[in-house]
């Protein structure tokens, strides 16, 4: 976790979580995590952006703490049907 940073936006970032910490928050793996980033999700799905990297040739990406949060609580949970629709009467 990291002190207030800027982001590149000049949005104000209180925490910011690397790939593995959002990932263990969503209790997924951090391939999974790199996975639901990256364009090969459809947008609707897709988890919030990165906004920087930790220093260092090996340095993880940097994710605001809020923004996996909500991400993750809009999520439809494990083993939901997102392909129906309800039926209309």
């Known amino acids: 976790m990291s002190p207030a940073t800027e982001t590149t936006d000049g ?14 928050h969503c209790g997924v793996t951090p391939g999974t995590w790199r996975h639901n980033v990256s364009t ?11 906004v920087g990297r930790q220093a260092g040739s090996a340095g993880e990406s940097l994710f605001p ?7 993750h609580a809009g999520r439809p949970g494990r083993g939901a049907r997102t392909d129906l629709k309800p039926e209309v009467a």
Do not use: F, N, Y
Request: charge should be neutral; aromatic fraction near 6%.
């Open 11 to 24: 949005v104000p970032v209180t925490e910011l979580w690397t790939t593995s910490q959002a990932a263990h």
């Open 40 to 50: 090969g999700v459809p947008a609707h799905l897709r988890a919030p952006a990165a």
């Open 65 to 71: 703490a809020d923004a996996v949060r909500a991400w």
